[in-house]
């Protein structure tokens, strides 16, 4: 019996998430799922895409646990934005496909061309729950070290593109950016890598461009 409801919440959820992608993809909006640890730079990449290709529409739904401070950093830009919370019902440590559902109902999609799911911060579970986003982007931080792909695997098997952030960063520290990629091929060799800074701009251009092609050829 208890196995039966399990399976049925499963299910729901994975319906759900089929149902988004699809839905998503025939009205144009190219869905973008980003995960990483806490501070890894996820909000800043949204706030310098968004200035970047203002001929976009952008919107994004945020995933904390508690507090509106992201979705209040996007709604200061003018974009549109949903807040989650998963603190009021249980504190769960990442996003699932029938609450972004939900988000999109109540904030509608309408002329959106790109919608941003920032996920909640850790490498661990939001990586667990397919939302249906079209591209999963896992954000690694050159701060956190070249053993995190391998010691949190699944974050980036089941996502098509790593952003290594704070590039900036780089001359302060030890990591070797080479070995960071190789452990990242490693565990995930068909993985597009973009190496950037959101704070200088440097190789924000490719990550842009992707955007750009992942839209046009939806
Ligand atoms: N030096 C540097 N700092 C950054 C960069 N991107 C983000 N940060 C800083 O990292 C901290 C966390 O960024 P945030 O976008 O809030 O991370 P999130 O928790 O993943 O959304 C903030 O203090 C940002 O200013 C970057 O490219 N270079
Ligand atoms: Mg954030």
């Given at each position: ?46 706030e310098r895409t ?163 092609q992942s839209r046009?050829?939806?």
């Amino acid at each position: 019996m208890e196995i039966k409801v399990m399976k049925k919440i499963l299910e729901h959820t994975e319906k759900a998430a089929e149902e988004l992608k699809m839905n998503l993809k025939e009205k144009g909006v190219l869905y973008i799922n980003l995960m990483s640890s806490p501070g890894s730079g996820k909000t800043t990449i949204i706030e310098r895409t968004v200035r970047e290709l203002p001929e976009y529409k952008i919107a994004v739904i945020e995933g904390d646990i508690q507090t509106t401070l992201d979705a209040e950093r996007m709604a200061a830009l003018g974009v549109k934005t949903y807040q989650i919370n998963t603190g009021p019902f249980g504190g769960d440590c990442h996003l699932e496909a029938p609450w972004i559902a939900t988000a999109i109902h109540e904030m509608g999609i309408e002329d959106t061309d790109i919608l941003f799911v920032e996920n909640i911060g850790n490498l661990v579970c939001p990586a667990e729950f397919d939302v249906g986003a079209h591209y999963n982007v896992v954000v690694l931080s050159v701060t956190e070290g070249e053993d995190k792909p391998l010691k949190y695997p699944l974050a980036f098997k089941v996502s098509q593109v790593t952003i290594i952030s704070k590039t900036d960063l780089l001359p302060h520290l030890d990591i070797s950016l080479e070995k960071l990629e190789e452990n990242i091929k490693n565990v995930n060799p068909e993985m597009k890598i973009f190496p950037l800074s959101s704070k200088t701009g440097e190789g924000f251009e490719k990550w842009l461009e992707f955007l750009q092609q992942s839209r046009k050829f939806l």
